[in-house]
Nanobody, 119 residues
Framework: QVQLVESGGGLVQAGGSLRLSCAAS????????MGWFRQAPGKEREFVAS????????YYADSVKGRFTISKDNAPNTVYLQMDSLKPEDTAVYFC????????????WGQGTQVTVSS
C-alpha cells in the first residue's frame, strides 16, 4: 500500500485559485497512475483528473477541463492539482489516489482535503 498525504485545500472566492498537493510514499517505478477525485455533500465521489506516471499523459473530467491542471514531480513523488477559475460547484472534499503497476484499480487513497468556493 501507498501512503498519500494531501495538502492545500481551503476557502476561496469564485474565480480564485487553489493548488492541491499529494505526496506519495511509493517508489517512482511502482506508480502507474495518480488521480484526483472529489465528493460533494450528498453526492457520489467523482473523477476529476489523472496522470500516467511514466507517459506523463493526463486526463480530465469535462467539468474541469480548461480550468484544472494536474502535474507531478518524481522526486519526491508528488502530484499537484492547480485549480483556476473556481466555481461554487467545485466545492467538495478532494481525494488523491494512486494506482500501482500491475493493479487495475486505485488501491490507495488520501485522507481528503476540503475545498470551499464561495459565491
Amino acid at each position: 500500500q501507498v501512503q498519500l498525504v494531501e495538502s492545500g485545500g481551503g476557502l476561496v472566492q469564485a474565480g480564485g485559485s487553489l493548488r492541491l498537493s499529494c505526496a506519495a510514499s511509493a517508489r517512482t517505478f511502482s506508480i502507474y497512475t495518480m488521480g484526483w477525485f472529489r465528493q460533494a455533500p450528498g453526492k457520489e465521489r467523482e473523477f476529476v483528473a489523472s496522470i500516467n506516471w511514466s507517459a506523463n499523459s493526463s486526463y480530465y473530467a469535462d467539468s474541469v477541463k480548461g480550468r484544472f491542471t494536474i502535474s507531478k514531480d518524481n522526486a519526491p513523488n508528488t502530484v499537484y492539482l492547480q485549480m483556476d477559475s473556481l466555481k461554487p460547484e467545485d466545492t467538495a472534499v478532494y481525494f488523491c489516489a494512486a494506482r500501482l503497476r500491475y493493479t487495475n484499480e486505485y488501491g490507495s487513497w488520501g485522507q481528503g482535503t476540503q475545498v470551499t468556493v464561495s459565491s
